[in-house]
Nanobody
Framework: QVQLVESGGGLVQAGGSLRLSCAAS??????????MGWFRQAPGKEREFVAA????????YYATSVQGRCTISRDNAKNTVYLQMNSLRPEDTAVYYC????????????????WGQGTQVTVSS
């Protein structure tokens, strides 16, 4: 069984920063074989892609809405993926979900094999 556990969410003022973490575990889960990503879902809206990183970390992908403000990274030795979010805006308020899949293309389409439970990010104006 694979577990993805997000942390680092919270309440922050507009213009502030947060760093989300997602720790992956599982007896048969080899973190370095999986693309990792972040999605978010705001109240009343559909879940949307935020960022993704290839299994090696050599490729990163961002939604237009966060390009230049967010950085995704991974530490394969710690089985952890991060999302550094800067210059936060009220419209970034959402539950942020970590995702893992063997193919980054499928992950970016929201068809990930594994999902975390989410962490709330609230940006006040």
């Amino acid at each position: 069984q694979v577990q993805l556990v997000e942390s680092g969410g919270g309440l922050v003022q507009a213009g502030g920063s947060l760093r989300l973490s997602c720790a992956a575990s599982g007896r048969t889960f080899t973190f370095s074989n999986y693309a990792m990503g972040w999605f978010r879902q705001a109240p009343g809206k559909e879940r949307e892609f935020v960022a993704a990183i290839s299994y090696s970390g050599g490729g990163t992908y961002y939604a237009t809405s966060v390009q230049g403000r967010c950085t995704i990274s991974r530490d394969n030795a710690k089985n952890t993926v991060y999302l550094q979010m800067n210059s936060l805006r009220p419209e970034d308020t959402a539950v942020y979900y970590c995702a893992a899949d063997g193919r980054d293309g499928r992950l970016r389409l929201g068809m990930s094999e594994y999902w975390g439970q989410g962490t709330q990010v609230t940006v006040s104006s």
